[in-house]
């Protein structure tokens, strides 16, 4: 699976869209990019994921660069609860039962 | 519905000592697996199950031992317990037909090995 480099922590204020990058320089063309969220000592939460189209839903939106070379997680009205480790992951298909490897992940903390 | 449970959610044991953790899913999930997560670390595979009776290891299975004799449960074993397996355990668990692919987490297990 592809590595991942993320921003160890950012802050963002409470109502504003939090902007969370990805580098994945060396993804391979068959390779998702998957979010997750771990908030405090919970177990992780699938966000979203895709693979080369940017994709939305009910808790964020994914933008993907056209070269696949980096993506950011769009949170766009940021709450105190969202306040959380957030993983970007780089790995198979989700049909295909891939390992998921997370990273150290970006420590977002919602102000208000 | 219940999800993913792991039993027992908290434990201390002393070096040297055995005991097993048990993942319990209701989901009918193909995929289970076993991570680890160090404080202030991210989480780190130890062992993965593709399907019953059949398991696979990740990145640190040094230590630890897995069965998978049942489609909901996959257990993990410490025969011989160390400080360094001190660690929160999660359980997780993935269908192969969901559009996602999205790992479901259980709630994890804190050990305490001394």
């Known amino acids: 699976d592809a590595k991942t480099t993320q921003p160890t922590s950012m802050d963002c204020a409470e109502g504003r869209a939090a902007n969370l990058p990805c580098n994945h320089s060396t993804i391979s063309g068959n390779e998702y990019v998957y979010w997750y969220r771990q908030i405090h000592s919970q177990g992780p939460q699938y966000i979203i994921h895709g693979l080369k189209n940017n994709e939305t839903n009910e808790m964020a939106s994914l933008i993907i660069t056209e070269d696949r070379k980096s993506s950011t997680l769009i949170l766009p009205h940021a709450t105190l609860r969202d306040t959380a480790v957030y993983y970007c992951i780089v790995s198979g298909p989700p049909n295909a039962g891939n390992m998921l490897t997370f990273g150290g992940g970006t420590r977002l903390m919602v102000k208000p | 519905n219940a999800g993913v449970t792991q039993t027992p959610k908290f434990r201390v044991l002393k070096t040297g000592q055995s005991m097993t953790l048990l993942c319990a899913q209701d989901?009918?999930?193909?995929?289970m697996y076993w991570y680890r997560q160090d404080p202030g670390m991210g989480l780190r595979l130890i062992h993965y199950s593709v399907g019953e009776g059949t398991t696979a290891k990740g990145e640190v299975p040094d230590g630890y031992n897995v069965s998978r004799l049942k489609k909901q449960n996959f257990l993990l074993g410490l025969e011989s317990a160390a400080p360094s397996q001190t660690s929160v355990y999660f359980c997780a668990s993935r269908g192969l037909r969901r559009i996602t692919g999205e790992l479901f987490f259980g709630e994890g297990s804190r050990l305490t090995v001394l």
């Open positions: 989901m009918n999930h193909e995929y």
